[in-house]
Nanobody, 122 residues
Framework: VQLQASGGGLVQAGGSLRLSCAAS????????MAWFRQGPGKERDFVAA????????YYADSVKGRFTISNDNAKNTWYLQMNSLRPEDTAVYYC????????????????WGQGTQVTVSS
């Protein structure tokens, strides 16, 4: 399975971006599909996840109410709609797939995309 993340860019605080992650290969129905981010000098942290079957979603507290994760199973693609962006959201965003439990733990995910840079200016 290969993941291709896209959609990053430079945006002013308060603006919006939508990230996409396209998967090639088989994504099992039990999988979680997720987004993590890594800011300068920081760990790679969980942002959001969605279960492929059933669509249950999970969010980090820092993005609840601002970010929305969704998926299109027919296209093997998932998205992260980011609204009301803040300078502290600046990071490289990585998509991930394969975890079936403990959605926030990096080690539970088998597959990772290459990352897309999101920069929010104040």
């Amino acid at each position: 399975v290969q993941l291709q993340a896209s959609g990053g860019g430079l945006v002013q605080a308060g603006g919006s971006l939508r990230l996409s992650c396209a998967a090639s290969g088989r994504i099992f129905s039990s999988y979680l599909m997720a987004w993590f981010r890594q800011g300068p000098g920081k760990e790679r942290d969980f942002v959001a996840a969605i279960r492929r079957s059933g669509g249950r979603t999970y969010y980090a507290d820092s993005v609840k109410g601002r970010f929305t994760i969704s998926n299109d199973n027919a296209k093997n693609t998932w998205y992260l709609q980011m609204n009301s962006l803040r300078p502290e959201d600046t990071a490289v965003y990585y998509c991930a797939a394969g975890g079936v439990s403990d959605y926030s733990r990096r080690s539970n995910y088998n597959y990772w995309g290459q990352g897309t840079q999101v920069t929010v200016s104040s």
